[in-house]
């Protein structure tokens, strides 16, 4: 049993982790208090080729395994979890092309997105059909050789920064089976009759941009649509259980990003004569800090091993537990970060209050935490996807 990463894989850590400490960490604050994309940290993490990192060699991209995408997203988090989203996200949505798109979709698509040209996003959600995917109702209809898109997707990452989303759309209303009617189509957002709204006012992550968007007789042609007609439900299932390790992985970096500063921060505040670091009861809360982050760090670990080697069994269950719990750890020990700077932590002049606002969002996105439980009981239990 191996626990170490292989030199490359290190490397890629450092080299990702001196772009954060650089590039990220310094102008973190600015974008969360605007609200504001960074455009300008994106075009430098292109030009040091960190786009597109799942994205295959030959479409341009890094071609990394989960693995080593789990090793980006915690470094990148740890730096700032609102910059670090956008910088993983720009590739939303391309993996379904990845796995089920033509070559000329593969090359029109996916290549800009790897130099850092085009930014992608994956419209799924809609204002009531969150966590029942199957209860959307965006509907695309043939009519000749374009595809007609009507409705409107919510809480869509790069909603209004993006050059196209993959939709999930109902195209086959009277289909056989609760899963079978509906497929992904790739839309440009330039595409008449789409629009996007910003969502403004997020408790954290401000700087990823959050949009609902509109289709209003969007017209886009047939080869837009990306696999087989009606599969698209179950093209997209199949990707959870590598996006759930990406978000374990977040939390992870969530976590190790409040708890070193944390640490920092005991190190430097003095009281009654000492560093409030010397005081057991702050001890306590930085080991048992520590030791969660580990446990969830090696969770992860080995559920981003499992999607690439499929070989365990309970890969899905496998894959909620790590999402469940990286995410659970990050709010706690974002929690036990700002306690530990007590007053400081209350106000922005520490970056712990950015954190903990930050923890938050990844017990909602890519499932909840409920979403989470369901399936490890469902997997413990045998009953598969009804």
């Known amino acids: ?209 959050t949009a609902e968007l509109i289709f209003d007789d969007v017209r886009v042609p047939e080869e837009n649509l990306v696999g087989t007609r009606g599969a698209g439900f179950l093209q997209q299932m199949q990707f959870f259980d590598a996006t759930r390790t990406g978000v374990a992985a977040q939390g992870v970096g969530i976590a190790r990003g409040a708890a070193e500063r944390a640490l920092e921060y005991a190190e430097e505040r003095e009281q009654f004569g000492q560093s409030i670091g010397e005081f057991q009861a702050i001890q306590h809360k930085l080991s048992d800090m520590f030791t969660k982050i580990e446990a969830a760090r090696l969770l992860t670990l080995k559920s981003a091993w499992a999607v690439e080697n499929d070989a365990d069994a309970n890969l899905t269950k496998l894959a909620s537990m790590a999402k469940e719990y990286g995410s659970r750890i990050a709010v706690d020990v974002a929690n036990e970060a700002l306690q530990i700077h007590g007053g400081a932590g209350y106000v922005d002049d520490f970056d712990v209050e950015r954190f903990y606002r930050d923890a938050k969002i990844t017990q909602i996105y890519e499932g909840t935490t409920e979403i989470q439980k369901n399936i490890i009981a469902r997997e413990l239990q045998g009953k598969g996807m009804a």
């Not at 090359?107 to 040209?117: H, M």
Request: net charge negative; with cysteine.
């Open 1 to 209: 049993m191996e626990f170490g990463l292989t030199q490359e894989q290190k490397q890629i850590r450092e080299e990702v982790r001196k772009f954060a400490e650089n590039e990220v960490k310094p102008v973190a604050s600015e974008y969360d208090r605007k609200e504001k994309y960074p455009h300008e940290v994106i075009d430098k993490a292109a030009d040091m080729g960190l786009l597109g990192a799942r994205i295959p060699i030959e479409y341009g991209g890094a071609g990394y395994s989960t693995l080593e995408t789990m090793i980006i997203s915690e470094e990148l988090f740890a730096a700032d979890p609102g910059i670090g989203l956008c910088l993983v996200s720009t590739s939303f949505g391309t993996e379904n092309i990845t796995e089920y798109g033509t070559d000329e979709q593969k090359e029109k698509f996916l290549e800009p997105v790897a130099r850092g040209e085009m930014i992608s996003g994956a419209a799924i959600s809609e204002p009531h059909a969150g966590s029942d995917v199957s209860s959307i109702s965006t509907t695309a209809e043939k009519d000749g050789d374009e595809w007609v898109i009507n409705g409107n997707k919510m809480w869509i990452t790069n909603g209004t920064v993006a050059d196209y989303v993959v939709a999930l759309c109902e195209t086959d209303p009277d289909a056989a089976g609760r899963y079978n009617g509906f497929s992904q189509i790739i839309i440009e957002t330039d595409r008449d009759g789409f629009d996007a709204d910003k969502i403004t006012g997020k408790l954290g992550i401000r700087a990823s941009d």
